[in-house]
């Protein structure tokens, strides 16, 4: 580590967010590395080491003999204004050495409001943030994680995208690229070669044209690039690679915990739920694998804590057993089992009260509706019975405190619909006092609502965000008939959330709105110490981009979508069914219950569906 970098890291926030030197993080002598990847978390160091998806590719990656792939995140505000003031480059955590001598620069996509961190990191390496501008086989970016499912808004700034699961793609992508540095090919030449690997998407490939009136007229593949590119999965999770040994932070992150993973996909098919379908079809590690990952996970990290982690634990269909097995090895050393996204259909309090012999906690349900038309209108597939059963069965057994996630603007949502959630709330609140074993602490209710954001890959897809004005029109409308002390009501803010939709929905337009947001200032988005609408406001009416095109004016479902060129496995003709369904508030039962033939099947052999049903 450098002087400079000593001396400016006794005047930041949290330096040991920058020092590396961490326990178990992998350091390899470089005469033995012929491919190096700095591995980019477009945030603070305390998001990125929560996530678990990077701590797996981190594992992977440093397997393979000759590769070395070490760690960067982005600096916070006073850390980077050092870095520029004393012209530190941005570095990576293992070996220090400026991101700008690396051979490939990955990114991983979880968030769209990360996308200026892309751009300013590229910017604080001293790397060329156009992809035209970066020649030969120095710097290749590419970037992978859900939001990739739309490329079209980094296309200018990224060489290519991995989509779908990253254990097997990886390795394939820096196979490729160790041949291409061997054999001295150009960066046309080595695109061309990685464009053939399934789950490998080009946007140099690929020609936009557009319409008069803006929307897509055509996407033309160029150079022999298929018209489709299709996501990747892992077929078998039990022999997925799992970190058993990773990295102990040096401070505080965000989830400080060890991580399960139980199972990828999700049986429901809520209708407003990119992720739910993006990681189709539902493969489940089993039990006895899980046991052993999480005890030498424990053993080798010293966490107080794990947690099961996917998307609705509550399903995983041998909950009860690795619950047990794992509480006989936790509760004696007082380590937490954590159990969120739990659904409140098949919430089981003899299961709950056995995870909370360690440390008790409040209880999370998402109902997303406050009317049961809404709920099925998004196949949410609870009732409002299910919810009050749940919560009196939470209460006979001692919680005082329920966390309930709403959202405002569904497709299809009226004013019945949004009082219908502080109805519900109230009825929760009559539950607790017919049914709570303890009212010493009275309840309390943290209620939250979020502003509906339609994304790529839903039923959704198509349709409409209301207007902030309107948002806000039914949060007041909501704040009038909530009437309970017991209830604490926040809602998020709406300058947030269209931004979301724009870079959710956008196409290869706003890659210049990036570009002029960040040279304007604009980075760490997602917090709101940083956010500054205004940069943004400012930055699309220098481009001449308006927002609303890719809000409130929704798509027709025989326009050209900027994602279409991506195939997550799940058919159009399946959206579009769905979105009809939305609007006639019919549901479509979970996949364990009947196949309703979305297409994931053809993607691997492991999943929950293996011959999709006929429709």
Partial sequence: MTDRLHRILQN???PARYTGGEYNQVVKDKKDVDVR????????YEIGMSNIGMRILYGVMNELPGVWCERVFAPWGDMEAAMRENKIPLYALESHDPVKDFDMIAFTLGYEMCYTNVLNMLRLSDVPLLASERDGLQNIVFAGGVCAVNPEPLADFVDFFSLGE????????????RTAKQAGLSKHEFLLSVSKIDGVYVPSFYEHSYHPDGTLAAITPLHGAPERVKKRVIEDMDHAYYPEKTIVPSTEIVHDRSNLEVFRGCIRGCRFCQAGFCYRPVREKSA??????AVQALEDSGNSEITMASLSTSDYTQLEQLANGLLDYCAPRKINLSLPSLRADNFSRELMMKVQKVRKSGLTFAPEAGTQRLRDAINKNVTEQEILDTCATAFSGGWNSVKLYFMLGLPTETDEDVIGIAELTHKIIKTWHETASSKKRGL??????AYFVPKPFTPFQWEKQITPEEYLRRVHLLQEHLRSRNVDYRYHESDLSRLEAVLARGDRRLGKVLREAVNRG?????????FNYQIWLDAFAACGVEPDFYTVRGFGEDEILP?????????DAFFRREREKAY???????????????GASTLCKGGVCHEPASV
Wanted: aromatic share 10%.
């Fill in 288 to 293: 006895d694998v899980l046991y052993r990952q």
């Fill in 12 to 14: 930041v926030q949290k």
């Fill in 444 to 449: 309390m209710i943290n209620l939250a609502t």
């Fill in 522 to 530: 604009a980075r760490l988005d997602g917090w709101d110490e940083y």
């Fill in 584 to 598: 006639r508030s019919q549901t479509t039962p979970d996949c364990r219950s009947q196949c309703a033939g979305c």
């Fill in 166 to 177: 990253g254990e097997e793609i990886t390795k394939e992508i820096l196979e490729c690229y």
């Fill in 37 to 44: 990847v700095a591995f980019c978390f477009p945030d603070t």
């Fill in 563 to 571: 994602w279409q060129t991506i195939s997550v496995g799940v058919s």
